[in-house]
């Protein structure tokens, strides 16, 4: 996930700090936005397990926490039968639900090895969500259709597309000003946008 997400920020951060704000990593939080209200965080807990939460204000008819009481509905606990790190890693979304009505539709937890979530039958927004980064097909659509539409004239190729994927958080000067800057877009930016998808030096929690 983590040379997808990066080549998504890339590519928006390039074209400037308004998209820039849509997909980023910053220290232990990889960040995706749509626009609308509807997101997804990345957050490390060790350099090899972390959490994914997010929301879609549209699909997720999870009612977490305070959730419930706000909306009137049964709650859905994303937590039940998870591991104890799980929450600890996410507090601060939990203390903005409950302070903010910052609404929590799904949790997936990755130990290293692979990803897992409580068990519940409720829509949680997440396939909704559509995350650029789910698959190097759905990543690579994603990024072309931002290109081409910002630069109708010059076609992104599916070998551009490919050759940013294939660096990823390692994006260099070379692939960059290929990318980039023949199209009139900040190589600068996108390199560090793409470069500081990493995970933490250390365990965060």
């Keep these: 996930m983590r040379p997808r997400w990066a080549s998504y920020a890339a590519v928006s951060a390039a074209r400037?700090?308004?998209?820039?704000?849509?997909?980023?990593?910053?220290?232990?939080t990889w960040h995706f936005d749509d626009g609308g209200g509807n997101w997804a965080?990345?957050?490390w807990h060790s350099r090899s397990e972390a959490v994914l939460i997010g929301y879609d204000h549209e699909y997720s008819e999870t009612y977490f926490d305070a959730a419930a009481d706000y909306f009137?509905?049964?709650?859905?606990?994303?937590?039940?039968?998870?591991p104890s790190w799980?929450?600890?890693?996410?507090?601060?979304?939990?203390?903005?639900?409950r302070r903010n009505g910052e609404w929590i539709g799904f949790v997936y937890g990755?130990?290293?090895?692979?990803w897992s979530r409580a068990d519940y039958t409720e829509p949680?927004?997440?396939?909704?969500?559509?995350?650029?980064f789910a698959s190097d097909a759905t990543c690579s659509a994603r990024i072309a259709d931002l290109l081409n539409s910002w630069n109708p004239h010059d076609h992104a190729t599916s070998h551009t597309v490919a050759s940013l994927l294939s660096r990823g958080h390692t994006l260099d000067r070379s692939t960059a000003d290929s990318m980039f800057?023949?199209?009139?877009?900040?190589?600068?930016a996108a390199m560090a946008a793409a470069?500081?998808?990493?995970?933490p030096p250390r365990d965060v929690h």
Excluded at 110 to 114: H, K, M, Q, R
């Design 16 to 28: 400037g700090i308004r998209w820039a704000e849509g997909c980023y990593a910053r220290g232990a």
């Design 41 to 43: 965080d990345l957050r």
């Design 72 to 82: 009137g509905r049964r709650e859905t606990d994303l937590f039940a039968g998870v």
């Design 86 to 97: 799980w929450k600890h890693a996410v507090s601060g979304y939990i203390d903005r639900q």
């Design 110 to 114: 990755f130990d290293g090895s692979c």
């Design 124 to 132: 949680d927004g997440f396939d909704a969500l559509g995350l650029p």
């Design 181 to 188: 800057g023949a199209r009139s877009l900040d190589s600068d």
């Design 195 to 199: 470069n500081a998808f990493t995970p």
